[in-house]
Structure formats: C-alpha cells, structure tokens
C-alpha cells in the first residue's frame, strides 16, 4: 500500500510539472559556487550562471550581497510553464554594481535580448559609467522581440554618461536607466510591464530616464519613481529606426499611470548646456496611448505631445487627470517643435490641473501649442499661471476654421487678474481674458476665477467646497475616464469637476 500512495504521489507531481503548476526555486549567493546544485544550502554564486542554466517556471532568488557582473538573460518562460524569475530573496537586496565595467558600445548591466516570460524584480542596479561618446551605458536593457516582460520594483541609479561635447544641441552621449527597444520588424516586444521602480541620479545624455521606442505593443509604465535625472523622464518613441520596418517602427497601444516625475532637467547637461528641455513625460511618435494620473513637478516640460520627425505624428493620445506644477517651461506642450518637425494629431488633454509653471519665464506658458496641429482636444483642465502667460499659440497657427485645438470648459486664473493676464502668440500678445477668447474663439464656455485650491502652497490641489471648477465640466464626446488622481469616481450624477480631482 505504502509503494502505490508513493507511486500515485509522484503520477501528481509529474501531472503538476506538465501543467506547469510546480515552481523550481534556484538560488544565488555571494558565498556560493556556480558548481554547486543551485539549492538554498549550495547556491550558485553569479547571476549569470542562473541566467545561462535556470528554465521556465523557476524562480532564482538572489541573496543581499554586490555582484559585479554584467548579466545577459539566456533563458526565456513559456505560457504553459510560466515566467522565469530573478529576484532579491525576500528582506534583502542584491546588488547588480557595474564600477569595474566599461559599456562595449550599448551595453545594459542587465540585458534581456529575444525573450520571453522573464520576470525581473527587486533588484539594485548601479554604477556604470562612461565619457566615451561612442559607448552607450544601459541600466536594464530589453531589446529584439519577444513576450511577457516584467520589470517589477527595481532600484536603477547611476547609469552616468559624461561625454563632454555635442554634435548639435541634443546630439551628445547616450545612456539610459531602463530602455526597451523593439528592433524586429516582424514581433514586437509585446506584453511588457514596468511597475514600481525607482530610476534616478542618472545622467543619461541625449537619450532617456525610462523609454520605450520602436515596435513595441501593449505595455504598461505604471508606479515607477523617475527623479534627479538630466534628460527626460519617460518616453515613448516612434520613427528612429528602431525596427527596420516604418510600419511598426512606433511604439503602441499603451498605458502610462500613477507615475510620480521631477527634478529633471537638461539644464547643464552637456548635450543641451543651458537650454530646459526636458520633460517629465514625453510621446515623440507614439500613438494609441492614455498617460493619466501621472504627477509631475520641477520638469522642464510637464508633459509633451510631439514628433521630432517630419510627416510623422504623435496621435491619438489622452492625456488625463494629471497634475503638473513648477515646470520651468510650459507644463503641456504640442507639436513639432520647429515647422520642418512632425505633427500632433487627435490628442485630448482633459481634466489636468497646471500650476505655476514657466518658472523660468520663457513665455511658453501652460499649454504651448507650436508647429503642425490638427484636432485636438484642451478641456476640462484647471490652468493656475504664474507671473506669466496662460497659453501660447505659434501665430502661424491661428485659423478659426480650422484651429490646432478645440480649447473649451476649462478654468483659468493667475495673480495678475483677469484684464491684466496674458495669452502669448495671438497677432503678437493678447492682454485680457476676454480679448483672448475675441482674438481666438476659444474658450466660449471657460472662466477666469481662483479654482480654490485646498493648500497651493503646501501642494495640496484637491478643491475646497467652494471651488468654482466643481460640477462645471463637460462630457460630452470627450474621454473624461473613470477614476481621478486620486482613484476616486469620477462622474457623480452626471457631473465632473474641472482638474485632476474630483470633490467626494
């Protein structure tokens, strides 16, 4: 009897392993050797070696030590045995340092190239650093195609590229904290998730904090913590080539949520030297994406809906329940930024509250609005300005047939007062609300009150009971969505506050 229960027990297990229900856990320590089994008692002692030998359905868990290694994922998951996963064993953190390295050209501290269901998560990844112009250092790298990617609460920090000169502004080194290119043609990398982490204190060059560009699908940058950065916080990129292929060459069909965004600034970069040009968010090409409750502040530009490429378009993109406040320059801007750029097409901005952005008085305003625009939406949004202009408009751009924008329902105010406000870019300057809504035919339903914020000056931008924005927007044909920045409801009885909260 005893012989057959042992029989039936492992016909289970060996049924469970075929479904993919039994989880093999690996482990690595700083103390073990790669000859060893890989147990928890005789663990492996690289990363690397976990990533040549683990397979799918496992879990390495790496111990709390440094581990100076450059690791390429070589194993992929499947979706009848699940993920591969590498992680810090619970309560501790491994370190992934990079000091001894030098990038040979793109080179992540960890790289992941042509696969799929790899989960990385935890991990501390630091300390690779070049000046030379040709070499680009990467903090976590995804590259090629491939399916179900997971980068989950990892600390990226001190990914540092120093070269001194530049081609042109903004034509210097390149490094990145998290950079996911897809550069097939034929599969994109799709599935992709990056939630929590927190990428920081890099310098990162021309190129990006957080980035995804090329033929990548279906992703999510959720929770992530983006700060202290000298180039832009996150961006998602079309048409550089990436995938061989223009028709895929433009990253999708995403979403990009309750991210929290600042201090980052191009302002001493080499690449850009004194010139503000970075942004918190930025969609340069991308399309089919919905960036919402997302805070952003002490950016050069809040968030940036444009495409630096000629005949190309960032489009349909919604642009909801944010809050963006002390950008140095606009705290929303749109289209290519010179007329020989791209265009913006079908964006809706609704539902955000600026404040107080412009700080460094370049006239760009809160909303800026620049070169090849076509059917967008600014409504619903509460635009609290500083000591200078509200809105800037390209003149180029005035066309009451066909205007850049449908801008409407929203509520402005600054300390200057309604008569004394200026709206930049209308037949040269416009002074005076109501001269601004002459001038453009903006703005018909929109009013210039305080929106009574609870405690601007400690940052607190709910709305007090008495708030003229309560109640007031519209719904209509507009994405207003379901929650506000807060995860609240945000229709009650058929009716929406005006900004990025709505009063319970």
């Known amino acids: 009897m005893k012989l057959k229960l042992l029989a039936l027990l492992a016909f289970v297990v060996s049924v469970s392993a075929a479904r993919g229900q039994v989880n093999t856990s690996y482990y690595v320590s700083p103390t073990g050797n790669d000859?060893?089994?890989?147990?928890?008692?005789?663990?492996?002692?690289?990363?690397?070696?976990?990533?040549?030998?683990?397979?799918?359905g496992s879990t390495v868990k790496v111990r709390t030590g440094i581990y100076e290694e450059l690791v390429s994922i070589h194993v992929s998951g499947n979706a009848s045995d699940g993920f591969i996963t590498f992680k810090s064993f619970p309560g501790e953190t491994a370190v992934l340092d990079a000091t001894r390295f030098t990038p040979?050209?793109?080179?992540?501290?960890?790289?992941?190239?042509?696969?799929?269901?790899?989960?990385?998560?935890g991990l501390e990844i630091r300390n690779f650093h070049t000046a030379e112009h040709r070499l680009s250092p990467l903090g976590i790298s995804v590259t090629g195609s491939g399916s179900h990617i997971e980068l989950l609460n990892n600390n990226v920090h001190h990914i540092e590229q120093t070269f001194e000169g530049r081609d042109a502004p903004g034509r210097g080194g390149n490094g990145f904290g998290i950079a996911v290119y897809g550069?097939?043609?034929?599969?994109?990398?799709?599935?992709?998730?990056?939630?929590?982490?927190?990428?920081?204190?890099?310098?990162?060059?021309?190129?990006?904090?957080?980035?995804?560009?090329?033929?990548?699908?279906?992703?999510?940058?959720?929770?992530?913590?983006?700060?202290d950065n000298n180039n832009i916080g996150i961006d998602i990129i079309g048409f550089e080539r990436t995938a061989p292929d223009p028709a895929v060459d433009q990253a999708r069909d995403g979403v990009v949520s309750n991210n929290l965004v600042y201090?980052?600034?191009?302002?001493?970069?080499?690449?850009?030297?004194?010139?503000?040009?970075?942004?918190?968010?930025?969609?340069?090409?991308?399309?089919?994406?919905?960036?919402?409750?997302?805070?952003?502040?002490?950016?050069?530009?809040?968030?940036?809906?444009?495409?630096?490429?000629?005949?190309?378009?960032?489009?349909y993109i919604i642009a909801r329940n944010n809050l963006i406040y002390h950008s140095h320059t606009a705290g929303v801007s749109i289209g290519g930024y010179a007329p020989e750029r791209g265009r913006?097409?079908?964006?809706?901005?609704?539902?955000?509250?600026?404040?107080?952005?412009?700080?460094?008085?370049?006239?760009?305003?809160?909303?800026?609005?620049?070169?090849?625009?076509?059917?967008?939406?600014?409504?619903?949004?509460?635009?609290?300005?500083?000591?200078?202009?509200?809105?800037?408009?390209?003149?180029?751009?005035?066309?009451?047939?066909?205007?850049?924008a449908v801008i409407d329902h929203n509520l402005y105010y600054s300390a200057s007062g309604a008569k004394a406000s200026t709206w930049a870019g209308v037949s040269s300057t416009a002074t005076g609300f109501d001269r601004y809504v002459e001038s453009t035919g903006n703005d018909s339903h929109s009013r210039f009150l305080d929106p009574h914020f609870v405690d601007a000056a400690g940052h607190d931008f709910h709305l007090q009971a008495d708030s003229p924005a309560l109640a007031?927007?519209?719904?209509?044909?507009?994405?207003?969505?379901?929650?506000?920045?807060?995860?609240?409801?945000?229709?009650?009885?058929?009716?929406?506050?005006?900004?990025?909260y709505q009063k319970q």
């Open 35 to 56: 000859s060893n089994p890989g147990t928890q008692a005789a663990p492996w002692r690289t990363i690397q070696h976990a990533a040549d030998t683990g397979r799918a």
């Open 104 to 121: 040979s050209g793109r080179q992540g501290v960890l790289t992941i190239h042509n696969r799929s269901y790899v989960r990385i998560a």
């Open 183 to 227: 550069t097939d043609a034929k599969a994109p990398i799709t599935d992709l998730i990056i939630d929590g982490n927190e990428v920081h204190h890099l310098k990162t060059g021309s190129s990006e904090s957080l980035v995804v560009n090329g033929n990548v699908t279906n992703f999510r940058i959720t929770h992530n913590l983006v700060h």
């Open 263 to 315: 201090n980052i600034t191009s302002r001493g970069n080499p690449a850009y030297r004194n010139e503000e040009n970075s942004d918190g968010i930025y969609v340069d090409g991308g399309t089919r994406i919905l960036i919402e409750q997302n805070v952003m502040h002490d950016v050069d530009f809040g968030i940036e809906l444009a495409s630096e490429h000629k005949d190309r378009a960032t489009s």
């Open 344 to 404: 913006t097409d079908h964006c809706t901005v609704i539902n955000n509250t600026l404040y107080a952005n412009d700080t460094s008085a370049t006239g760009t305003g809160e909303f800026q609005m620049q070169w090849n625009m076509t059917d967008n939406i600014f409504v619903n949004n509460i635009v609290y300005a500083g000591p200078r202009c509200l809105i800037s408009l390209n003149k180029s751009q005035i066309d009451k047939a066909r205007p850049p």
């Open 472 to 500: 007031v927007g519209t719904t209509d044909e507009v994405p207003v969505g379901e929650l506000d920045l807060d995860g609240s409801p945000r229709i009650k009885s058929g009716k929406i506050d005006i900004g990025c």
